[in-house]
T-cell receptor, first 113, second 114 residues
Framework: GNSVTQMEGPVTLSEEAFLTINCTYT??????LFWYVQYPGEGLQLLLKATKADDKGSNKGFEATYRKETTSFHLEKGSVQVSDSAVYFC????????????FGKGTKLTVNP | DAMVIQNPRYQVTQFGKPVTLSCSQTLNHNVMYWYQQKSSQAPKLLFH???????NEADTPDNFQSRRPNTSFCFLDIRSPGLGDAAMYLC?????????????FGPGTRLTVT
């Protein structure tokens, strides 16, 4: 079945450090891939997405590239800020399948000033 | 702005006392979802509606029910809340067009059971 494996947290960085959160997936066919961010006490917000191989999603300085050959969708940011402290979820949706998302377990990021 | 709205943001109920959480959307999306999220965990899908078609997850307890009276509104009913039902409840929507699969989430309702 479809599944998402996400880097275990928590991750603690200093401001302006480089961020990578690893995400790999297992799916038949060609899923759509997403990164969601959840700030404390709030719902999930779509951060970025990619719908086909080699697509790069980007938003607010975050990037992730859909790598079919490695079945990965790693999240990166060159210089994190304190305001990036949140929980990040990788997710997939099987195109043409049910209208459901499969989530990774989430990675908590804390950025210290 | 088009959005997903959840009311109330915080709800306190007593053990065994029925409670209803509400969700509305201005996105005109076909699909609406209810998730339960406990601390430090990923959201767990309870059920979803594709238009009026109700889809229950196999492991959703019977204690949880849902209603969707129209496109814009969806309700989560917890018939007899237990202490283990204390959680954040998230409503989400998606277009349901088999092209765009991203979901749009509301801010959540934090349920406390006393």
């Amino acid at each position: 079945g479809n599944s998402v494996t996400q880097m275990e947290g928590p991750v603690t960085l200093s401001e302006e450090a480089f961020l990578t959160i690893n995400c790999t997936y297992t799916a038949t066919g060609y899923p759509s891939l997403f990164w969601y961010v959840q700030y404390p006490g709030e719902g999930l917000q779509l951060l970025l997405k990619a719908t086909k191989a080699d697509d790069k999603g980007s938003n607010k300085g975050f990037e992730a590239t859909y790598r079919k050959e490695t079945t990965s969708f790693h999240l990166e940011k060159g210089s994190v800020q304190v305001s990036d402290s949140a929980v990040y979820f990788c997710a997939l949706a099987y195109q043409g399948g049910s209208e459901k998302l499969v989530f990774g377990k989430g990675t908590k990021l804390t950025v210290n000033p | 702005d088009a959005m997903v709205i959840q009311n109330p943001r915080y709800q306190v109920t007593q053990f065994g006392k029925p409670v209803t959480l509400s969700c509305s959307q201005t996105l005109n999306h076909n699909v609406m979802y209810w998730y339960q999220q406990k601390s430090s965990q990923a959201p767990k899908l309870l059920f979803h509606y594709y238009d009026k078609d109700f889809n229950n997850e196999a492991d959703t307890p019977d204690n949880f029910q849902s209603r969707r009276p129209n496109t814009s509104f969806c309700f989560l009913d917890i018939r007899s809340p237990g202490l283990g039902d204390a959680a954040m409840y998230l409503c989400a929507t998606s277009p349901g067009d088999r092209v765009s699969y991203e979901q749009y989430f509301g801010p959540g309702t934090r349920l406390t059971v006393t």
